[in-house]
């Protein structure tokens, strides 16, 4: 019984790899979900980053514009004030001329109007002051148009005045508007800086834990290729121990045929005989548990979106090219998801292959699909050694 013992120790073993690679495949799901979530998040606070930079250059550029425009409106401005001074002290000119103009007319008629009276009351003298008068006279009209054209100068000087005032106003009115604007696209752009400020931080935290998360799966990764090398060498001495089993049930059913006399003996043979029963169905539930194993990883890889690298399936018996390219747009591309089939997945199989029904159990793809898998794990399994 100790070769049985060893047998049965080595099954435990290998139930216990298969627990703990299950366990990490799930694991190894897990990470890489939450490793393509993170990248996600990264990629949206990479296309916030991008909008706030975008944002913030516009409103730097409008900010610059409407600074130049107020320059220009300033410069304006204070040509207009310069213009409006010009004109003041021209008017005050001209004010100053027309009173000494009107005084001066005032002096005029109060000479002419002694001279009417001296004209009136002397006529010996009437020729002379005739003559003073008509000059004074031409002097007095002299004096009255250029009052006249003081007036008028007058009022065109102030009603260009008015409308440089006006001007002016309008000026600074619309200085008053551009500040404002100005001040609110500074206080957009510090807040939009502010936001690109938090949204770097947040992408550089996302791209650390990412790396983390890498190296992580990477590990896991690792330990899974050397549970499966351990559990490959686990099943290859489990079939080793079983035909060594066998080969020494069917001595000891020889040799216990041989001596019908003995009844202990044919009681011991019977005993050996569902011991090795027995252990051929632990044998069979082992690599049942292992398929379905199999099948999971194979799953969540896909799942997880792990691209399947195809095998040549053509080398399996039965199929040839039609066929490969039917299994491929079903789905199917490796040994390892052909031999994983169950019944219900031949049915399924074969109800996709509408041409070609009986051609899995026929030929017995499972099997030969099974062998070549096997060939895979043996050869990867010598490449890591």
Known sequence: MTGFGYLVVQILVCLLLAAALGFLIGWLWRALRCAREHEAHLSAWAARLEEAETACDAAQTTVTSLRAEIESLTSRLEAASSQEADLQAEIASLTSRLETASSQESDLKAEIASLTSQLESGSSQSSDLQAKIASLTSRLDAASSQESDLKAEIASLTSRLESDASQSSDLQSEIASLTSQVEAGSSQSSNLQAEIASLTSQVEAGSSQAAADAERIAAAEAEIAQLQRDLNACREASAKQAAAAAAGAAAAGAALMAAQDDDAADDDGAADDA??????????????RIGRLEAQLLAMEQAAGAPLEPDDLKRIRGIGPVLEKLLHSIGVFTFRQ??????????????????????IERDDWVEQAKAFYADQLRAARDDAS
């Open 275 to 288: 011991a090795l029963a027995a252990l051929r169905a632990e044998l069979d539930d082992r690599d049942a």
């Open 338 to 359: 052909i031999a994983a089939w169950d019944a219900t997945d031949v049915a399924w199989a074969a109800a996709k292959l509408d041409d070609f029904p009986d051609r």
